[in-house]
């Protein structure tokens, strides 16, 4: 069974520049999450989908991150403008039920 | 206070060692309690899933489930180098939304 799919895995931007992340979940799964995990520390939630919906996007910030799952398989989450506090690995996971299946991440450097 | 704390490691045992990993927690309504497991450069990999308390057994890995105290652990048993990762633990509520802890990076020495 093919994994949780990231694309770019690595990305260096300039502050101020903007970054889109793409992630295919695994097939037939429901749930799609983006975490952010910034260097020491554990994974942060930013937005849940169901299919297509929006569940949760509580701790997205809003003002530069925006995310979307079209036709409720693949999605993009996209960051602009890019801020030095940014730089962290943005991981995609899916689940069909209750166990959650994470991405290898994409990892940003904001410099 | 953080919701999840972990213990911050980072540690070092020799290869064979009993590891011992800890989180406690604050939120009573937590009832699925998991272990991640991350190699550098790697995402967060499923190592052990319990829910509520109890123990959980699986090859040379063992979780406990204290929820009476707020407490989880992972033991590692004959520990090998291939180990040498950072190892998280997650929890959530009925809703399936975890909150992690910062991890705890373990390196088994040969």
């Known amino acids: 069974e093919a994994g949780v799919a990231q694309s770019p895995r690595y990305k260096i931007i300039e502050k101020r520049q903007s970054v889109a992340f793409w992630c295919n979940p695994i097939?037939?799964?429901?749930?799609l999450y983006w975490y952010q995990q910034i260097l020491g520390q554990g994974p942060k939630l930013l937005i849940q989908f169901q299919n297509n919906g929006v569940v949760d996007d509580s701790q997205l910030p809003k003002d530069r991150f925006s995310a979307e799952r079209l036709k409720g398989v693949d999605s993009t989450l996209k960051i602009q403008p890019a801020k030095l506090e940014d730089s962290a690995v943005y991981l995609c996971?899916?689940?069909?039920?209750?166990?959650?299946?994470f991405g290898e991440g994409s990892w940003l450097t904001v410099v | 206070q953080k919701e999840v704390e972990q213990d911050p490691g980072p540690l070092s045992v020799p290869e064979g060692a009993i590891v011992s990993l800890n989180c406690t927690y604050s939120?009573?309504?937590?009832?699925?309690f998991m272990w991640y497991r991350q190699y550098s450069r790697k995402g967060p990999e499923l190592l052990m899933y319990t829910y509520s308390s109890g123990n959980k057994e699986d090859g040379r890995f063992t979780a406990q489930v204290d929820k009476s105290s707020k407490y989880i652990s992972l033991f590692i048993r004959d520990s090998q180098p291939s180990d040498s990762a950072t190892y998280l633990c997650a929890m959530s509520e009925e809703d399936y939304k975890l909150s992690f802890g910062a991890g705890t990076t373990v390196t088994v020495r040969a």
């Open positions: 996971a899916s689940s069909l039920v209750s166990t959650i299946y």
């Open positions: 097939s037939g799964h429901a749930t």
């Open positions: 939120n009573s309504a937590f009832q699925y």
